[in-house]
Structures are given as structure tokens and as C-alpha cells.
T-cell receptor, first 117, second 114 residues
Framework: AQTVTQSQPEMSVQEAETVTLSCTYDTSESDYYLFWYKQPPSRQMILVIRQEAYKQQNATENRFSVNFQKAAKSFSLKISDSQLGDAAMYFCAYRSAEGGSQGNLIFGKGTKLSVKP | DTEVTQTPKHLVMGMTNKKSLKCEQHMGHRAMYWYKQKAKKPPELMFVYSYEKLSINESVPSRFSPECPNSSLLNLHLHALQPEDSALYLC?????????????FGDGTRLSIL
């Protein structure tokens, strides 16, 4: 079974600085998708960024980028120029692309990010 | 603003009550999901509907009964719930059930069982 591990329960960053959130996963599959979701206190889960395992190029969305290391099964999220609105719980998630199209989203336990003004 | 709308935002009910949670999306998505999220925990998948048919039931107790009347609407009927069922219930949708398609979440319904 696949597992997702976020080893940092809490992180803190100064406004305008850069922070990296860690995520590792365990799988025997070769085809899968990885996601970072953000959940602010407002509760809504918001997709931050997506990575396809067969693509070597790291995904980027404005201030958010990932460092995807397939061999190491690592998928870290880098937030540049941190803003107060980035404060939230961040979940790393895995979804299998094999065995049919109904794979579940498997979430890590989350990292709570605080942004200091 | 979320494109997946969940009502009500908060619900308090007794263990003998019957209530329903509603989820609506008008993005033309053909896959819809129910998740349960306990405090300070990640969401856990409950049900998946694919093209209005139930495709995944993650061994959820029968006191939770999902329904998908049409492609835009997803309900979760609740009956005889237990205090441990108190949680945030999140609905999500994706354009297709394919794992490549990201899931878009609603704001959730905060459910409290007395």
C-alpha cells in the first residue's frame, strides 16, 4: 500500500522569505500523480500544484514550485516570497494512475505553516 | 469563492435525527467525492461517484447513505449517527474520475453529533 509522510508537523517562515515543506512517499508503482493542497482556517482544500510522475520537469505555479525526486520518492514544496495569506495547513497527496482510474487520493498528515509579519 | 458549494456549513444533530448534507457543482464535472476530516487530520475518502454511479465505498457504515440524483448534485444522508461521527465533511469534484484530474473541494460541512 502507498503511504505519504510529511515529517514536519509545523513550520514557520518570515514574510517575504522562502520556505520548503518536505514530503516523501512509498510506492512500488511507476505511474502516479502527486499534489500539494493548502487548507486555510476557512476549511476549503485548495490545489496548490500538481506533478505527473512521468514528467521529469518540476512543476511551477507562480511562487510555488516543487522539487520532485522520483528515485528518492521525494516531493517537496518551495514557497518563495512568502505572504501572510500562505499561512495554512499544507497536505501532500498521492494518487495512483494504475489499476483503473478510481485510485484514491492518499494524504500525508499535513504541515502547519505560519507566516510571521 | 469555491465552485463546489456545500450546505449547510454547520449542522448539529442528535443521534436519532435524520439529516442530509448537500453538495453542488456546475463545472460539468463527472466525478464527485465525499471525504471525512477529523480535527488536525487529513481527509479520508468515504465515497466516489463516477458518472452518477457509486464506484467506491470505503467500507463506510450504513448510517451514511450517499446519493447522486444528477451530475451536478451529491447528497449524503445521515441517520442514527454516533458522537465519533462528528467531523468536517468535505465534498469534491473532478472533471473526470481519471487520477490526473485534480479534485476541487468545497468549504465543508462541520457536523456535531450530540
Amino acid at each position: 500500500a502507498q503511504t505519504v509522510t510529511q515529517s514536519q508537523p509545523e513550520m514557520s517562515v518570515q514574510e517575504a522569505e522562502t520556505v520548503t515543506l518536505s514530503c516523501t512517499y512509498d510506492t512500488s508503482e511507476s505511474d502516479y500523480y502527486l499534489f500539494w493542497y493548502k487548507q486555510p482556517p476557512s476549511r476549503q482544500m485548495i490545489l496548490v500544484i500538481r506533478q505527473e510522475a512521468y514528467k521529469q520537469q518540476n512543476a511551477t505555479e507562480n511562487r510555488f514550485s516543487v522539487n520532485f525526486q522520483k528515485a528518492a520518492k521525494s516531493f517537496s514544496l518551495k514557497i518563495s516570497d512568502s505572504q501572510l495569506g500562505d499561512a495554512a495547513m499544507y497536505f501532500c497527496a498521492y494518487r495512483s494512475a494504475e489499476g483503473g482510474s478510481q485510485g484514491n487520493l492518499i494524504f500525508g498528515k499535513g504541515t502547519k505553516l505560519s507566516v510571521k509579519p | 469563492d469555491t465552485e463546489v458549494t456545500q450546505t449547510p456549513k454547520h449542522l448539529v444533530m442528535g443521534m436519532t435525527n435524520k439529516k442530509s448534507l448537500k453538495c453542488e457543482q456546475h463545472m460539468g464535472h463527472r466525478a464527485m467525492y465525499w471525504y471525512k476530516q477529523k480535527a488536525k487530520k487529513p481527509p479520508e475518502l468515504m465515497f466516489v461517484y463516477s458518472y452518477e454511479k457509486l464506484s467506491i465505498n470505503e467500507s463506510v457504515p450504513s448510517r451514511f447513505s450517499p446519493e447522486c440524483p444528477n451530475s451536478s448534485l451529491l447528497n449524503l444522508h445521515l441517520h442514527a449517527l454516533q458522537p465519533e461521527d462528528s467531523a468536517l465533511y468535505l465534498c469534491a469534484s473532478s472533471s473526470q474520475p481519471h487520477p490526473r484530474q485534480p479534485q476541487h473541494f468545497g468549504d465543508g460541512t462541520r457536523l456535531s453529533i450530540l
